[in-house]
Each structure stands twice: as C-alpha cells, then as structure tokens.
C-alpha cells in the first residue's frame, strides 16, 4: 500500500514514481532484524516494549533505519533505495515513547528527557522521494487504525501529518514546494479513496438532495 500511495503521489507532482515505489518495499526492511518490537508484528499478542524501558525501545525503534541501509548495502541495492531506508523518517520524535518516559520520571520526582532525544537521527529527506515515502508510510499506517473511515476523516488525517511534517521542519532540506505538497495530499486522498473505497462511509444525502443538486446545476 505505501508503494501504492507513494508512487500515486510521486507521478503527479512529476518525480520518480517507479523509485518511490521500489522504496517502498524496502523501507523498512531493517524491522526484520527485530520484527517482535514493532506493532505490525505484533498480532493482539504480547508487546515486549511493556517490559522494557522507554528508552531502550527508542533505541530498537529508531535502529531499524540504520539496520536497513546495511542489509541493503550487504545485498548491493542501489544508493537511491537505501537513501529511502535511511531518510523515510527525517528527524521525527517518537511521541509514544517520550512521553512515557517523561511520565516515569515525573513518578519518581526526577527530571523528564528532552524531546531531542526522543528523535530519528536522520538525515532529513534528502529528496522529493524519500520524503514522499515517508508522508506515505505515516499515511498508511494511521489509515489502517480506523475502522470505518469516512471522507473527511481521511482527508483531515493526511494534511495533518503532512502539516505536522512541515511544521517540523522535515521538508527543509528537499525541494518540495507548498503547490506539490498540496498536490501530494490530494493524490493521496484519492488513492486512499480508491484503496478503501468498500469500507468508506460516505455522508448520506437527505432525500431529493440529488434532485436538488442537479437542479443547481442545470441538470
């Protein structure tokens, strides 16, 4: 679904769909080194991170970047890829997890850690497609948490992270500019629309509200 959503969004602002696509695949490649740790794994099992402290699952998280970009350099995949592998999450906090571990320390009446440390390491996307697969992974997988998602749901959910992305600054070092980026959101809400188009609840028409319309419009 990521190489669905970032290939969609990559073609219609004229960057590389075809990288972003195979980026996709491997972008998170490195969360095969340790798959239990990460949600998608996880099956309504147990979550080893309730055993562990917040701090070490940070650590785990954000490995899986680095962990990637050598398993792909091991098997000879291609700079461009790997860039992808390394750059999908920017610089991005671990929100779930700093707060945790703030909430821990203000129990023990200690000193809570700072946000910057609760960060991907980066790089910051690079590039166009790098950052495009990024918005497309976070996209995907807030979409997956909803039920039954309607059209403002979804709409209102990708330009928030898309919002959140900018306004953290992980757009900074690529060339995106604000008319792609607007872009990239209304592709992805029609490739999302297409994706779920039998689990979406569209809002219901009150009764002659068709016949109205048509009026309105000379039909």
């Known amino acids: 679904m990521v190489g669905n959503l970032s290939e969609a969004a990559a073609e219609a602002i004229g ?31 147990e979550n080893p991170h309730d ?32 860039d992808i592998a390394e750059q999908h999450h920017g610089t991005t906090p671990l929100q ?9 320390a203000e129990e023990k009446g200690e000193a809570g850690p700072e ?17 495009i697969v990024g918005i497309a992974d976070c996209v995907e997988a807030a979409v997956r ?23 953290d600054g992980q757009f900074n070092e690529c060339d995106l500019t604000i008319k792609e980026l607007d872009q990239i959101a209304r592709t992805l ?9 039998s689990r979406i609840e569209y809002p219901t028409e009150p009764p002659n509200q068709k016949q ?6 000379g039909g």
Not at 96 to 104: E, L, N, W
Not at 115 to 131: H, I, V
Not at 189 to 197: A, K, R, S, V, Y
């Open 145 to 167: 948490s909803l039920r039954n998602p309607t059209v403002e749901q979804i709409d209102s959910m990708v330009r928030k992270i898309m919002k959140s992305r900018m306004d």
């Open 51 to 82: 055993k562990i402290d917040p701090a070490l699952s940070k650590s785990i998280i954000v490995a899986h970047a680095r962990d990637g970009v050598e398993m792909l350099k091991d098997h000879n995949i291609p700079k461009p890829i790997r």
């Open 96 to 104: 779930y997890f700093y707060h945790k571990a703030r909430k821990q």
């Open 189 to 197: 809400n029609e490739t999302l629309l297409g994706i779920f188009h």
């Open 115 to 131: 946000e910057a440390e609760y960060r991907y390491p980066g790089p910051k996307a690079q590039t166009k497609e790098a950052a």
């Open 212 to 217: 109205k319309q048509w009026k309105e419009v």
């Open 15 to 45: 960057a590389d769909g075809l990288l972003c696509r195979v980026g996709a695949y491997y972008h998170d490649i490195g969360k095969t080194k340790r798959p239990s740790y990460f949600i998608e794994n996880q099956n309504h099992g």
